[in-house]
T-cell receptor
Framework: DAGVTQSPTHLIKTRGQQVTLRCSPK?????VSWYQQALGQGPQFIFQ???????QRGNFPDRFSGHQFPNYSSELNVNALLLGDSALYLC???????????FGPGTRLLVL | GQQLNQSPQSMFIQEGEDVSMNCTSS?????WLWYKQEPGEGPVLLIA?????ELTSNGRLTAQFGITRKDSFLNISASIPSDVGIYFC???????????FGAGTRLTVKP
């Protein structure tokens, strides 16, 4: 039973560029959440996707957008990258509202 | 927003010792979870607590959901070197889709 997978594992971009991160949920899960984890801090909620729609959003600017596909996989897009966007981006999947979330290994993004 | 205060920030202990860490919040959560994160990996779920007062064990780990629903603790008994990592508490609001995380407790176990 495959767990949550994310790609790529590492990414280096320059300021102003755009980036797309990908996530495949755990088998049987239909809900995907994205988190940003800065160095030395706990994860912070970006948004959650369910039935191909953004269901809830944390305190992140519109530069952060996402998408969920019919197979429940998801993408996180970040436009106009800033140095402060450097972080570990985590994807978590679950079965439904309020259910326990399981995390992928993350994508480490470095913005230079 | 709902902030979680996790303590201590870091712990340095000898192998075989017991460990205790806790989280408090000014807000009520419906669910408390404890995760462990190792370098280069995502957080791994250790224990999930769903009812106020609930005490749950997972091997050498024990966690409790506070009666007020505003706090939780995690105990690790007889620590071993592989317990090294960062432990995060997380709270989930009723009918809310995001989890709020503490800042983590970094555990170091000396053999």
């Amino acid at each position: 039973d495959a767990g949550v997978t994310q790609s790529p594992t590492h990414l280096i971009k320059t300021r102003g560029q755009q980036v797309t991160l990908r996530c495949s949920p755990k088998s049987g899960h239909d809900t995907v959440s994205w988190y940003q984890q800065a160095l030395g801090q706990g994860p912070q909620f970006i948004f959650q996707y369910y039935e191909e729609e953004e269901r809830q959003r944390g305190n992140f600017p519109d530069r952060f957008s996402g998408h969920q596909f019919p197979n429940y996989s998801s993408e996180l897009n970040v436009n106009a990258l800033l140095l402060g966007d450097s972080a570990l981006y985590l994807c978590a999947s679950s079965t439904d509202l309020g259910e326990t979330q399981y995390f992928g290994p993350g994508t480490r993004l470095l913005v230079l | 927003g709902q902030q979680l205060n996790q303590s201590p920030q870091s712990m340095f202990i000898q192998e075989g010792e017991d460990v205790s860490m806790n989280c408090t919040s000014s807000s009520i959560f419906n669910t408390w979870l404890w995760y462990k994160q190792e370098p280069g990996e995502g957080p791994v779920l250790l224990i999930a607590l769903y009812k106020a007062g609930e005490l749950t064990s997972n091997g050498r780990l024990t966690a409790q959901f506070g009666i007020t629903r505003k706090d939780s603790f995690l105990n690790i008994s007889a620590s071993i070197p592989s317990d090294v990592g960062i432990y995060f508490c997380a709270g989930q609001l009723p009918n809310n889709n995001d989890m709020r995380f503490g800042a983590g407790t970094r555990l170091t176990v000396k053999p």
